[in-house]
């Protein structure tokens, strides 16, 4: 994890603490957000009972907000806005139109076409969407956040 991580998360947490501007830019800035893989395991050994996987993600929205994503980070910028629009328009996850919007936005289509045959025999690609009862409520919640400006 180190090797693509510039700064761990309790280094992160630390310069949250802090608070600064200069801090600010550091956090917002680093490679770190963008290659965490939400596993939660720093949130599970946090010896302080904190979060560091929810202030990942909460950091990861505010440096994609203010354009501080590191410019090397063009994929994981198009995983990132083709989840967040998969969970909106479904109201739930579904690897079929995350995949479908990932490859349209970054322009990957062949990195992982061998993939394709195991993952649709497992039923990950599914051609339909399984829309959730809830995701017309998840959609307002996207919408307000919108109107806050929070996204």
Not at 3 to 27: N, T
Not at 29 to 44: E, P
Not at 73 to 80: E, M, R
Not at 117 to 132: C, I
Request: hydrophobic share 40%.
């Amino acid at each position: 994890m180190a090797k693509y991580m510039d700064l761990m998360p309790h280094q992160i947490m630390r310069l949250v603490q802090i608070g600064d501007a200069p801090a600010e830019e550091k956090v917002l800035g680093c490679a770190a957000l963008w290659s965490c893989a939400g596993c939660l395991t720093c949130t599970q050994r946090c010896p302080k009972e904190l979060d560091p996987a929810a202030v990942m993600d909460v950091l990861r929205q505010m440096a994609y907000d203010r354009k501080k994503a590191p410019p090397n980070q063009k994929k994981v910028l198009a995983f990132h806005q083709a989840f967040l629009k998969t969970v909106e328009s479904a109201g739930r996850m579904s690897e079929f139109s995350l995949v479908r919007r990932y490859k349209m936005a970054s322009l990957d289509f062949m990195s992982d076409v061998a993939l394709v045959p195991a993952m649709f025999a497992r039923g990950k690609l599914k051609f339909s969407d399984h829309k959730t009862p809830g995701r017309k409520e998840v959609q307002r919640i996207f919408a307000a956040c919108r109107k806050k400006g929070d996204r």
